[in-house]
């Protein structure tokens, strides 16, 4: 009983990415700011590492289990982590279905937003299941441990980096269902790292700080963000539970510096990321760690997650600025 083209288990599906001083935005924090190239991943973010380890782990699973067939992924999406599924799935020859809300890519187009066209998915999903017994996967954007464990690896590459891990002060990286956040922070308690990790939504889409400042998971019905891939109902039970155990802070930051701010990189730094990343460098072109307690100085160090964003042009950048002037 073997797979058409056999599992190799040396296949990777995400890459090892920079780590990279930056002079620009080290001046303007007054420390030393390190940029993690995640828009260098194969889907152009950092949902290669959760979903592909996802993936990568699905796919063995069945082998073991005895499936002649890999099993079929499916996903709801956005946009990065139904493509960073799609790649992974090409990856390890897998069948996968993708399920976005309108205003995405075409695949299947379903709702208004992530939450219905995932709400479609699970029917789609359980409809295919009743039908046979298939090997499905169901590919959660962001509430699954292990793709968490994926995101997780992000910190071991940084520790092994070279910079001074007794210097780092902070890792800030942008929230929208807190996937990344939590494998940050598994990352560092892993390696035995108590560092904050900052936290960093926009304004229209405040899931993370709602549920710190109420203490308890709380959903959100609307969303007013052009960062839509931060526009999450929930950040996870397990994202609440590092919340209250860990160092967490949050900052919120207007769709206007998001948007400024991945313009301003990019003349920077020559590279276009999305809003949702772009929220993430508006804590550094805004200067909103400077009201954190950090107490930083000019050889501390503090780790940006360039989180990505695999559709946006410099032309929609052009576009949300105009809308927000």
């Not at 797979?3 to 080290?26: F, G």
């Not at 930083?296 to 949300?320: K, R």
Request: aromatic share 8%; proline share 4%; charged share 20%.
């Amino acid at each position: 009983m073997t797979y058409a083209h056999p599992l190799q288990a040396d296949i990777n599906p995400y890459l090892r990415t920079p780590l990279v001083e930056s002079v620009s935005l080290s001046r303007l924090a007054g420390c030393r700011v390190f940029l993690k190239y995640e828009c260098s991943q194969p889907s152009g973010s950092f949902k290669s590492r959760g979903l592909g380890m996802l993936v990568h782990h699905s796919v063995n699973e069945a082998k073991k289990l005895g499936y002649e067939q890999r099993p079929h992924f499916y996903s709801s999406s956005g946009g990065n982590a139904g493509y960073a599924t799609a790649l992974a799935c090409t990856l390890y020859d897998a069948p996968c279905t993708v399920v976005m809300p309108a205003t995405g890519a075409k695949v299947i187009l379903h709702g208004n937003n992530i939450q219905e066209a995932d709400l479609y998915l699970r029917g789609l999903l359980n409809k295919r299941k009743e039908e046979d017994d298939f090997n499905c996967v169901y590919c959660h954007p962001f509430d699954n441990p292990v793709i968490w464990e994926g995101h997780s690896t992000i910190v071991d590459e940084i520790i092994d980096a070279d910079i001074n891990i007794s210097k780092l002060r902070a890792v800030a990286c942008s929230v929208g269902g807190g996937g990344l956040l939590n494998g940050i922070v598994q990352g560092l308690l892993r390696n035995g790292l108590t560092i904050p990790v900052i936290g960093i939504e926009t304004e229209g889409a405040p899931t993370l700080q709602k549920t710190m400042e109420k203490n308890q998971v709380t959903h959100l019905e609307t969303f007013d963000t052009v960062a839509t891939s931060l526009a999450c109902k929930y950040v996870p039970q397990k994202t609440l539970e590092y919340c209250q155990n860990y160092d967490i802070r949050s900052v919120l930051v207007s769709d206007k510096q998001a948007v400024t701010s991945c313009i301003k990189f990019s003349f920077d730094h020559n590279v276009i990321v999305e809003p949702a990343c772009g929220a993430c460098l508006a804590s550094i072109y805004f200067s909103k760690l400077d009201h954190l307690g950090l107490n930083l100085q000019p050889d501390d160090a503090v780790v940006i997650i360039v989180c990505g964003g695999s559709s946006t042009t410099f032309e929609d950048l052009h576009e949300f600025a105009i809308s927000l002037a």
